[in-house]
């Protein structure tokens, strides 16, 4: 890379191109339509094993040139327990400016980067104005509150006031229709957060001109995941209930034409700069019903199913890490959760253990209800609906 020019790499999580192709073909998205009829694209392939075929996973790929075998690093937020050099490092090894906004599963480790935001899981340095760091702060506490709908009046102030210095005062009418819509189109919170993440990227770059910088966003990574089946280019059986999407609603057409803007926006901002696109992964629809949902206070959770633990800490969606206090409590930990299950032998976690510290991830497919009940150690807990709230239902 010559230090006199300029890469942007956008990093759009799990784009179906092929959705993309359709809703051009259907006279939508012409700033995809454009920027690929000048430069194509072309398909790849990373890992063969499903399990494999994680974002958090594929994009530390990604960053290091390594597949999972060598990099190792099989969930999110995991990157900060490794030195692994990423792409930011190498570059600035060799004297170029590097800048990231939420880069999934990146760890912060270049002093003298421009600016660094990380994504809201990893637990990594903050490389911005004071400002930008309390907005991003405050969107922290909001994504991993997100199903619970609650912000905290702190983060809504730190969120409010750094939205408004990091909007592009020409996007301001886009907020304001975000907003209005938010309560009847739910998914439009996500795109929203996109929106301001583009607008600090922007920014960004236009005050330090790096050589290198690169943009994540998940809105249609998360919106395709809970509502593929109302769009209108799906062609597939599957339906989501009625009440789910309003008639005539199309999330992903929503969060595809916020997308578009935005490639629209950087194209016109830094048109003496290289432009690359990534999806890293690709959504099927998922073949049945199946509920999302969310533990409200994961801490009180666990001491109302009387287990033992030093911490825990929210991850995207379903997911939560505990740490024990030591090994032994860990398996102990362990064969309690995988010990809980419903009358109908439907079991509630999959539990990883990593030694100390437990991954785990609330999977009970169904819904809750009042009546809904599980035993765990060999008592039964009642009133699950009281610990949980509803995410979403899997479409992708």
């Known amino acids: 890379m010559r230090p006199d020019k300029m890469l942007l790499f956008l990093e759009l999580n799990e784009v179906n191109f092929e959705f993309v192709e359709a809703y051009v073909a259907r006279g939508h998205l012409p700033n995809f339509k454009s ?21 958090w996973i594929q994009w530390v790929t990604a960053h290091t040139g390594m597949p999972l075998a060598e990099h190792g690093v099989f969930r999110l937020g995991d990157i900060v327990n490794t030195d692994i050099e990423q792409i930011w490092e190498r570059l600035s090894a060799h004297g170029l400016k590097v800048g990231a906004i939420s880069p999934m599963n990146a760890k912060c480790m270049t002093d003298d980067a421009s600016f660094f935001i990380p994504d809201p899981w990893t637990d990594t340095r903050v490389i911005a104005d004071p400002l930008v760091k309390r907005m991003f702060a405050a969107i922290v506490q909001a994504v991993n509150d997100n199903a619970q709908a609650h912000v905290k009046p702190r983060s809504l102030l730190d969120l409010a006031v750094g939205g408004a210095v990091t909007a592009i005062p020409s996007h301001y009418g886009r907020y304001l229709r975000y907003m209005m819509h938010s309560r009847a ?39 395709q995941h809970h509502y593929m089946f109302s769009s209108a280019v799906y062609d597939g059986a599957m339906k989501n209930p009625d009440g789910y999407v309003a008639s005539g609603q199309d999330p992903l057409l929503d969060v595809y034409q916020a997308y578009d803007r935005i490639l629209g926006d950087i194209v016109a901002q830094f048109s003496d700069a290289r432009i690359m696109l ?45 740490t024990c206090k030591n090994s032994a409590e860990a398996l102990s930990m362990e064969a309690s959760l995988n010990s809980a299950s419903t009358a109908d032998d439907v079991k509630l976690f999959e539990v990883d253990n990593r030694g100390v510290d437990l991954f785990v991830m609330l999977t009970y497919p169904m819904n809750i209800d009042e009546f809904t009940e599980f035993s765990i150690d060999g008592r039964v807990v009642r009133n699950l609906v009281d610990d949980v709230t509803f995410v979403a239902i899997k479409n992708g």
């Open 278 to 322: 990534a999806t890293g992964l690709h959504q099927d629809p998922h073949p049945s019903i199946t509920y999302y949902w969310r533990i409200r206070d994961h801490a009180q959770f666990l001491r109302k199913l009387a287990l033992k633990f030093e911490a825990v800490e929210a991850r995207m969606s379903r997911d939560f890490l505990i």
């Open 185 to 223: 189109r739910p998914w439009v919170k996500a795109i929203f957060l996109d929106q301001l993440l583009a607008d600090l990227f922007t920014k960004s770059v236009r005050k330090h001109r790096p050589n290198f910088a690169t943009l994540f966003v998940n809105a249609a990574a998360h919106i």
């Open 35 to 55: 920027f690929f009829s000048k430069h194509g694209f072309a398909e790849t392939t990373s890992e063969s094993q499903y399990d494999a075929l994680e974002p």
